[in-house]
């Protein structure tokens, strides 16, 4: 990663609420077209988030904590904030002063642009202002948001709407993927409540819809990728509904990186 910055766009985009069973059974069965080739033959590795909702996972996230290998052994991490006696900072870590990672790009001239999703990047109140504050370009709307149909294809046409207008900067794109969130029904169904099954066609929705944003980033220059979920959402299993709980649907999260 150090040997990237300055060098490559960098696109990381969080699959908010995905479960890592969900996002295997869609690979599993050929649903994401996509992200199939960047898949391999193992599909998405499985990984422990930092924090089992939305504001507490990406506040890690931009700290350097990314979701961490279920495996055990070193844990060894892309980027993080310069701190004494870290011991998964190592040497092709890149390694930065400033709080977060959006600011350490932008200082490297990066222009930084976020895709809000969930309500903790609508804006609309203070605590909602702190996340897409780390951004120099920051978007939200009902139209982005989690109980909109078309949220990940308005998400997309955002995203490259404003990653064109940078002409030849680098950018850092981040997208908060607003879809698979609750309400997640009408992928799917013809009404509430949500499932599994329409938590599993949400993704398959946001793969087909990511198609063309991969097919722009390519064209414009290296584009490094980071796509994974920041916490899961419980559907009943062993009584549990929802997140910010402790249980093992929510703790597991997909992951994978790659150059475009």
Known sequence: MKHLVGHADILFITLDTLRHDAAQAAWRT?????????????????????????????H???????????RPG?????????????????????VFQESTLPKALAARGYHTICVGGTGFFNRQNELARILPGLFREAHWS???GVACPASEVNQVAQA???????????VFLFINIAAIHQPN??????????????????????????????????QRAPTFVIICSDHGH????????GHRLGHEVVWTVPYIDFML
Do not use: M
């Open 30 to 58: 050929g649903r994401l077209k996509t992200l199939a080739p960047y898949l391999g033959q193992g599909g998405w590795e499985k990984r422990h988030t930092p924090g089992n909702f939305t504001y507490a996972a990406h």
């Open 60 to 70: 890690a996230f931009f700290s350097g904590f990314l979701p961490t290998p279920s």
């Open 74 to 94: 070193p844990r060894p991490r892309l980027f993080a904030a310069e701190f004494a006696g870290s011991e998964t900072t190592v040497e092709n870590t890149f």
């Open 142 to 144: 009902p139209e982005l």
């Open 160 to 170: 490259i709407k404003s990653v064109a207008a940078a002409g030849s900067t680098r």
């Open 185 to 218: 029904w009408f992928y799917g169904a013809r009404q509430g409540p949500d499932t599994l099954a329409t938590h599993t066609a949400a993704l398959v929705a946001v793969d087909q819809a990511l198609q063309p944003l991969f097919q722009h980033l390519k």
């Open 234 to 241: 419980a559907y009943g299993e062993d009584g549990y509904f």
